[in-house]
């Protein structure tokens, strides 16, 4: 006769539940949509954008952009998208490898990332604590390390598309979180520290914006994370006049 133990049931539902918590975390970051869609062809092939959902999830920084310069640009962004690895979507540095596959004259981007590095496993299970706490009101040095790794990469993709003949660089940085996501704060702060150090030690002409301060609450969805329209619309505000020069 099988003896049916309680607490590996408990246990097991448990881990269930975390796994299907973590599991909507994760969508919320990433704002529901995984899938690539990429703009191979614009008036403008020359000029492309590369992302995550800051970007991708509304695509109101692309076609306010885009009106503002009167053509099209090429579209690469992704919700979800870290800079370099994970398996939720095409990473920022994949995206860049398919525009060259599809059309390698670029030079000028338009871009963000790194975020989702950052936000994706503090949504999950925090392994890095990026999160601060009443208890730990202070930024870890295990999420700082995270961070710093993520400057590197970012310099690296930065000198990368320098090799590859991309002239000028805006890289939009990450404006504070609201509400239930201001324990991350501290995390996003850093890493926009860091970002612009990225735009001056890298080898292409790099110009970093800066949103922080800029995007209120009330222009943040209701995951405290993403902007709304009228969040993006400042945002592309923000982008154009260091845009504009390089058209």
């Given amino acids: 006769m099988n003896i049916i133990n309680i607490k590996t049931i408990s246990e097991k539902g448990v881990s269930l539940v975390k796994l299907v918590t973590a599991a909507a975390l994760a969508m919320s970051v990433v704002g529901c949509s995984i899938e690539a869609d990429y703009t191979d062809v614009a008036e403008r092939n020359d000029v492309a954008t590369f992302g995550d959902s800051i970007f991708d999830l509304n695509g109101v920084i692309q076609t306010e952009l885009e009106a503002k310069a009167g053509t099209t640009f090429r579209d690469y962004t992704t919700s979800g998208a870290m800079l370099s690895g994970g398996s939720l979507a095409p990473s920022v540095e994949e995206q860049i490898a398919s525009a060259n596959a599809a059309n390698p004259d670029i030079t000028t981007v338009v871009m963000d990332g790194g975020g989702n590095d950052i936000l994706i496993p503090a949504m ?46 805006v890289y939009l940085g990450y404006y504070e979180l609201p509400r239930g996501k201001t324990n991350l704060n501290q995390a996003v702060n850093y890493g926009d520290t860091w970002l612009g150090y990225a735009c001056d030690v890298t080898t292409v002409n790099c110009a970093f914006v800066d949103p922080r301060g800029h995007v209120p609450a009330a222009d943040v969805e209701s995951d405290d994370i993403h902007p709304t329209p009228a969040g993006s619309v400042t945002l592309a505000n923000l982008i154009w006049p260091v845009l504009e020069p390089l058209l």
Avoid at 140 to 159: M, Q
């Fill in 124 to 169: 999950l299970f925090d392994p890095n604590k990026c999160k601060t706490k009443w208890w730990r009101p202070n930024l870890t040095s295990k999420c700082k390390a995270l961070i710093e790794d993520i400057y590197v990469t970012g310099v690296n993709l930065l000198n990368q598309m320098d090799a590859d003949g991309v002239e000028n660089v």
